[in-house]
């Protein structure tokens, strides 16, 4: 046998229902624009065809990492003054030239800090280039910042004293695991088109 229920108590019903589903859906965090779902052999090509400007490239990778980089942290080094200027300049042939790219906070960067996810590294300036890096720059990639990464790379979970923690941008209350846990967020959450994970 079904009781009846009255108009107060289905409201208030539904309402807690409502409620409930609101605090139990998952807290993502994403940014999108035109560019977003273009790989980075695609963004390339936009710029070599002339359709784009590396530098319309460049401000809508920094906008997309603007817009969700402070609910994921996957971001902890901006280069965007220097991406700018660099993405005005001409740049080699590559079938990767024009497009922005994220490098992992163990790779250095001449002039730069790299702190390897480490206190013990919190002041330690770049004398040159790394490999990594050094091979991104000369196929013409624009280095727009570093990404998270654990301690030393050495954790299965990017969240280091130094750097803070990466959250996963399908439910930031997750972990985006490691080490290369800043660039796989940024992927997700910016569609970023590349980003460094190992040399």
Same mark, same amino acid.
């Given at each position: 046998?079904?009781?009846? =229920?009255? %108009?107060? +108590?289905?409201?208030?019903?539904?309402?807690?229902?409502? /409620? @409930?589903?609101?605090?139990? !859906?998952? #807290?993502?965090?994403?940014?999108?624009?035109?560019?977003?779902?273009?790989?980075?052999?695609?963004?390339?090509?936009?710029?070599?065809?002339?359709?784009?400007?590396?530098?319309?490239?460049?401000?809508?990778? =920094?906008? %997309?990492? +603007?817009?969700?980089?402070?609910?994921?942290?996957?971001? /902890? @080094?901006?280069?965007?003054? !220097?991406? #700018?200027?660099?993405?005005?300049?001409?740049?080699?042939?590559?079938?990767?030239?024009?497009?922005?790219?994220?490098?992992?906070?163990?790779?250095?960067?001449?002039?730069?800090?790299?702190?390897?996810?480490?206190?013990?590294?919190?002041?330690?300036?770049?004398?040159?280039?790394?490999?990594?890096?050094?091979?991104?720059?000369?196929?013409?990639?624009?280095?727009?910042?570093?990404?998270?990464?654990?301690?030393?790379?050495?954790?299965?979970?990017?969240?280091?004293?130094?750097?803070?923690?990466?959250?996963?941008?399908?439910?930031?209350?997750?972990?985006?695991?490691?080490?290369?846990?800043?660039?796989?967020?940024?992927?997700?959450?910016?569609?970023?088109?590349?980003?460094?994970?190992?040399?």
């Amino acid at each position: 046998m079904h009781m009846p =229920i009255n %108009r107060r +108590d289905f409201v208030g019903s539904a309402l807690t229902t409502a /409620v @409930a589903a609101a605090l139990l !859906k998952p #807290r993502c965090a994403f940014a999108k624009d035109a560019f977003s779902g273009i790989d980075a052999v695609g963004q390339a090509a936009l710029v070599r065809e002339k359709k784009v400007t590396s530098l319309e490239l460049v401000d809508s990778a =920094i906008a %997309r990492i +603007d817009s969700a980089n402070p609910k994921i942290n996957a971001v /902890v @080094a901006e280069y965007f003054d !220097k991406a #700018r200027k660099q993405a005005k300049t001409a740049l080699p042939a590559s079938p990767l030239s024009g497009m922005p790219y994220l490098i992992k906070d163990l790779y250095e960067i001449k002039g730069e800090i790299t702190t390897s996810g480490s206190r013990l590294m919190a002041t330690h300036i770049g004398a040159d280039n790394s490999l990594l890096a050094q091979r991104a720059i000369d196929a013409g990639m624009i280095v727009i910042g570093k990404s998270n990464t654990p301690e030393f790379g050495l954790m299965a979970s990017t969240e280091s004293l130094q750097l803070g923690a990466c959250h996963n941008p399908w439910n930031t209350g997750y972990s985006t695991g490691g080490s290369s846990g800043g660039a796989a967020a940024a992927r997700s959450a910016f569609r970023h088109p590349a980003a460094g994970c190992s040399a």
